[in-house]
């Protein structure tokens, strides 16, 4: 089978030396029929490339990359098409070809790289029919290959918005995430403001009502009520009544006795009621300054909260501002990226055949002003027996299964078809010597958006806890699960210390 791939390689380029109708008819006709046979099965490539999209879409139930399982679904599907399109008879081929990171999944670079590989067999075939002579059918193909292309860039468009997409919820999140931990901060400052707020009032009162029980002491003490003094009348009349009674003058002691008994009464009342005034007063004076006191307390409390809530609209000001600050640097990269790769899928196949015909062009007229004769031509894009035979380090293929795998690694490997970086990043594939040139615009600015999007907090239900705090010191296993709270809890409580932060919001307003 060596051998025979040998002599097509030859009758291919012995055609690209002399182009008349001699040099075609010396090619074997199973030669010819097999390149007219791959011609058809390539004609339909652009509405099988749909199915196999549609395949792949259908099968995505997770909007994610495609997992081992779910290529093998699609590859079940397709299963006709990429026998005749790629020659691949099992799906772990398939899988193993596509996945080049292997990590499993077929990402959107890689998915994209299936419909790029089938292209690129397409032009190689349309070379063929070309060098053949059959013009027709490689207009056809030709046709087929740029419908192909527009499809391309649109699947390649579809998962790129679905990524974008993916990009602004996360972004939206991560304004959520910093608006929740707003509400946190400012719910305990709040909370700790209140337990301050409570235990100053009562330090306070407990103060006050020691000053208050001190006031009382001092007033039941008996120097208080010497205080407030009988009237000087009284000791006046009480002398003349002793005077009068040593002088024997008993009618008018009798007259002072009962003046003075009258006189002593309401002296009496009038001096209790004296001291019941004092002592009111100045429990009315202590009870007046506490309350003056209390009030000074609450007004600075107050000042306190509006200062706190001033601060808070504040900051609840600036952190608007921040979460919207790099939605138009997303939005534009995003769409410079995609404009970029629309362009690039509409017009670089396009300007690399350009290139492939001036290349052969050159060559033609360059032959025909030789007077010897010219060395044969070697060309990128022949038969898959030349990419084969061509290649020193090849393995010599056994079967039309290993070839077709072998031709499709070749592909792959010369990185020939467009590359859209979509998931890859930028300068991935480059080699480890390459330069880059300040005159030409390198990637997409992409990282910036991973760089702005790499503060997104996990789900506390994601993290895996460390192994430490499972168990105690004495290797006994600990209960986490009861200490913590659900999602619906968890969510429970953001929206309180939202409701919370919005009424301190609006207060400020009024």
């Not at 040998?6 to 291919?12: D, E, I, M, N, R």
């Not at 690209?16 to 490539?45: C, D, H, W």
């Not at 968890?490 to 939202?498: C, G, V, W």
Request: proline share 3%; charged share 35%; net charge positive.
């Amino acid at each position: 089978m060596y051998q025979t791939e040998t002599k097509s390689s030859l009758y291919a380029s012995k055609l690209i030396q002399q182009t008349n109708y001699s040099a075609l008819s010396s090619l074997p006709k199973t030669y010819i029929r097999q390149v007219q046979a791959e011609g058809e099965i390539f004609m339909a490539a652009p509405q099988k490339c749909a199915n196999i999209w549609k395949e792949f879409r259908r099968n995505d139930f997770t909007q994610v990359q495609i997992p081992y399982k779910t290529a093998l679904q699609v590859f079940d599907a397709c299963k006709e098409d990429f026998q005749r399109m790629l020659k691949i008879s099992n799906g772990k081929d398939f899988f193993d070809l596509f996945d080049q990171d292997n990590d499993g999944y077929l990402n959107e670079d890689e998915q994209i790289l299936v419909f790029s590989i089938i292209k690129e067999k397409m032009q190689q075939v349309a070379n063929l029919l070309l060098q053949i002579q059959q013009y027709v059918p490689f207009k056809q193909l030709m046709k087929a290959i740029r419908i192909l292309e527009q499809n391309i860039c649109e699947y390649q468009d579809v998962l790129r918005q679905k990524i974008y997409k993916s990009e602004v919820l996360t972004y939206k999140e991560i304004g959520l995430e910093k608006l929740d931990d707003f509400y946190e901060k400012y719910y305990n400052y709040f909370q700790q403001f209140e337990n301050q707020k409570r235990i100053r009032i009562q330090t306070q009162i407990q103060k006050q009502q020691e000053e208050m029980g001190q006031l009382e002491d001092k007033l039941s003490k008996n120097t208080e009520f010497l205080k407030v003094k009988p009237k000087r009348k009284l000791k006046d009349l009480q002398t003349q009544e002793k005077l009068v009674s040593l002088d024997e003058r008993v009618e008018e002691a009798m007259d002072f006795r009962r003046e003075l008994k009258n006189m002593e009464k309401t002296e009496q009342e009038r001096v209790a009621q004296e001291q019941e005034k004092r002592i009111e007063s100045q429990k009315d004076e202590l009870q007046r300054k506490h309350q003056k006191q209390m009030e000074q307390l609450k007004a600075k409390l107050i000042e306190q909260e509006h200062k706190l809530i001033i601060q808070l609209k504040k900051e609840y000001n600036v952190l608007l501002k921040q979460i919207g600050l790099h939605s138009n640097e997303i939005d534009r990269i995003q769409s410079f990226a995609t404009q970029s790769a629309i362009r690039k899928g509409e017009k670089e196949g396009e300007l690399k055949r350009m290139k492939e015909r001036a290349r052969i062009q050159n060559f033609i007229i360059g032959d025909t002003k030789r007077t010897m004769t010219p060395k044969p031509l070697q060309q990128n894009t022949s038969t898959y027996e030349d990419t084969v035979s061509q290649s020193p380090r090849s393995p010599q293929v056994v079967s039309k299964h290993d070839r077709a795998v072998h031709d499709i690694k070749v592909l792959i490997h010369k990185q020939n078809y467009t590359q859209f970086y979509i998931k890859k990043k930028y300068g991935a594939d480059l080699p480890v010597n390459y330069k880059p040139e300040p005159y030409k615009v390198q990637g997409d600015n992409h990282e910036r958006i991973e760089k702005i999007l790499s503060v997104k907090k996990k789900n506390p239900h994601d993290i895996l806890p460390s192994l430490t705090e499972l168990y105690d010191q004495n290797l006994k296993e600990q209960d986490k699960g009861s200490t913590q709270k659900s999602e619906s809890e968890l969510i429970q409580e953001r929206l309180k210390k939202k409701q919370f932060i919005q009424e301190k919001l609006e207060e400020s307003t009024h």
